[in-house]
């Protein structure tokens, strides 16, 4: 499902740029944990991060216009607590298919208490069998509650991104 001329454009201008260097003008961040040991190991993950299972094990998925993510689909977050929590909408921008790292990427659309864009990876090192679950995001506040939320919103992000990797498999 390809971006149509009926959706959304998204909220920021640098779409892709989790697959390079991070742009200036926003909060950036890298994280990257090992998961495990094995080929199986890192397949298996590949799949489970396909499947948006980063974001269903830690609570906020919402929904998919597709049941693997692929460019251009349409997916829901909900953030927050209870009747305080939002729908959030994003597109996933590009799908990594390396032999070494395999994910995908959405960027925040209108509508989103962010704007920027988040990477959900899975990596296999050759060198020492060792698989790491990746992920790497760049946002700024689009909204004034988030502006307003300054540091604290980045802290939540940081560990709402450590509990998105402890949601994948670590055996195959």
């Known amino acids: 499902m390809e971006h149509g001329p009926s959706d959304p454009p998204f909220t920021y201008s640098e779409v892709g740029a989790t697959s390079s260097e991070l742009p200036a003008g926003y909060h950036g961040f890298r994280l990257r944990r090992q998961i495990g040991h094995g080929r199986a190991l890192?397949?298996?993950?590949?799949?489970?991060?396909?499947?948006?299972?980063?974001?269903?094990?830690?609570?906020?998925?919402?929904e998919a216009s597709t049941p693997t993510a692929e460019p251009g689909t349409r997916l829901t977050v909900r953030l927050g607590i209870g009747p305080l929590a939002i729908?959030?909408?994003?597109?996933?921008?590009?799908?990594?298919?390396?032999?070494?790292?395999?994910?995908?990427?959405?960027?925040?659309?209108?509508?989103?208490?962010?704007?920027?864009?988040e990477l959900f990876s899975v990596e296999y090192d050759p060198a020492d069998d060792a698989v790491y679950g990746v992920v790497t995001a760049f946002s700024r506040p689009a909204t004034w509650y988030t502006r307003l939320g300054g540091p604290i919103a980045r802290l939540i992000q940081r560990f709402v991104a450590g509990r998105y990797i402890k949601t994948l498999p670590t055996t195959p």
């Open 42 to 62: 890192f397949e298996h993950a590949a799949v489970a991060i396909l499947e948006y299972r980063m974001q269903k094990g830690t609570g906020i998925f919402h």
């Open 87 to 117: 729908t959030a909408p994003c597109r996933v921008v590009y799908v990594l298919a390396a032999p070494n790292q395999r994910g995908f990427a959405y960027g925040t659309l209108p509508g989103h208490p962010e704007s920027g864009e």
